[in-house]
């Protein structure tokens, strides 16, 4: 055996799955009150979006066997201090449809051969609402501002003036100011689910011009008219009080027979 096939026999290892035990470890809890910054939930509303568009082809359509869709958001941004939501995106779709294909065998009367092909495309859509109720109130963004200062100098007063007498004013060539920035925690969104009904309709469908069967024809643009339901959280970075009441050992005696009964106690609890 030579040595590169002795060292490849010796790198080969069986690894069997066997069962390991695990047992319920019991957190760490910190008792009393705490301040914790976790996402609080401003909003969960459901936004219905309408679109019209056309859909062009690159080659004829005999029919559509199938459309996937997916909704995408791009952007879901709450304009504070307003209540007014912007949210863009899109409908991906991937259209699969049947071409006819004379290359393959040219159509009679009773039968068409086709081929099955696939196009993606993406349908935009944007608009604004105005979210009527919070169920938490947003934290409203601090402004930053600027506040220039000067310090009062005195000068003498050339020729012409009483020599007594002095002028008061601030120095010209300085310059004082405070200013404060604020970086305030943005508002942001989670996609929950969509729906979408949608009504896909050719409008420059022709007949097959050879020999075919009844009725059959192509197309190579669609009119597409989609109600779109979106269903999203809105969201925004706070701080908030809870407290911590107890750090029961019982926790780790939990099991299935006794969580009836340990649902009613808990280790936390809300302020």
């Not at 495309?121 to 609402?129: A, H, R, S, Y």
């Not at 963004?141 to 220039?148: A, H, L």
């Not at 309709?201 to 024809?217: H, K, N």
Request: hydrophobic share 35%.
């Amino acid at each position: 055996m030579s040595e590169i096939n002795k060292k490849m026999n010796e790198c080969k290892i069986t690894a069997n799955q066997l069962e390991c035990e695990n047992k319920l470890h019991q957190p760490r809890v910190t008792m009393g009150k705490v301040i914790t910054k976790v996402p609080v939930v401003l909003a969960e509303l459901t936004l219905q979006v309408n679109i019209d568009t056309f859909i062009d082809f690159p080659e004829p359509v005999l029919e559509i066997k199938d459309i996937k869709k997916r909704v995408k958001l791009t952007q879901c941004r709450l304009l504070l201090p307003t209540n007014k939501l912007f949210v863009k995106g899109f409908v991906r779709k991937n259209i699969q449809y049947a071409s006819p294909s004379p290359e393959i065998e040219k159509s009679t009367h009773c039968s068409v051969t086709s081929d099955l092909h696939s196009m993606t495309v993406d349908i935009p859509f944007q608009c604004v609402t105005e979210i009527h109720h919070f169920l938490t109130r947003p934290v409203m963004p601090r402004v930053n501002n600027r506040n220039e200062f000067d310090f009062l100098i005195s000068e003498s007063l050339p020729s012409g003036f009483p020599e007594k007498d002095e002028l008061l004013t601030s120095d010209l060539s300085q310059f004082h100011q405070e200013s404060s920035q604020y970086y305030n925690e943005i508002p942001f969104c989670e996609l929950i689910s969509s729906k979408i009904i949608e009504w896909d309709e050719a409008v420059d469908r022709v007949s097959i011009p050879a020999d075919s069967p009844i009725g059959e024809g192509y197309f190579t643009r669609i009119e597409e008219k989609m109600v779109v339901d979106v269903t999203l959280k809105v969201l925004q970075k706070q701080q908030i009080r809870v407290c911590s009441t107890t750090n029961d050992d019982d926790f780790c005696d939990w099991d299935e027979s006794s969580s009836s009964s340990s649902s009613s106690s808990s280790s936390s609890s809300s302020c």
